[in-house]
Nanobody, 116 residues
Framework: QVQLVESGGGLVQPGGSLRLSCAAS????????MGWYRQAPGKQRELVAA???????NYADSVKGRFTISRDNAKNSVYLQMNSLKPEDAAVYYC??????????WGKGTLVTVSS
């Protein structure tokens, strides 16, 4: 079993920044990719950013140039630096770990609120 614990969410004003962290623990024998998804009220969960084991990144168009994903393989951790936050970025952000072979795990989420 794999556990993912997110942290770093909170309330920020428009234009502000937050850094999300996710630490994975448990039976981690391989990691294809780690990523961040978000779900706003009344909307479907969507990919925000992902990073593969070899460092390739993928971003949603809506966050390109503002968000940066990074990872620390030694710590089985992934981070999301979010700059120039907009009200539409407000959502619950979920960490995802893809081990391949159809095995993926989710954290419980961390709430990001963007409001003045």
């Amino acid at each position: 079993q794999v556990q993912l614990v997110e942290s770093g969410g909170g309330l920020v004003q428009p234009g502000g920044s937050l850094r999300l962290s996710c630490a994975a623990s448990g039976s981690i024998f391989s990691i294809n990719a780690m990523g961040w998804y978000r779900q706003a009220p009344g909307k479907q969960r969507e990919l925000v950013a992902a990073i593969t084991a070899d460092g390739k990144t993928n971003y949603a168009d809506s966050v390109k140039g503002r968000f940066t994903i990074s990872r620390d393989n030694a710590k089985n951790s992934v981070y999301l630096q979010m700059n120039s936050l907009k009200p539409e970025d407000a959502a619950v952000y979920y960490c995802n770990l893809d081990q391949g072979a159809g095995m993926a795990y989710w954290g419980k989420g961390t709430l990001v609120t963007v409001s003045s």
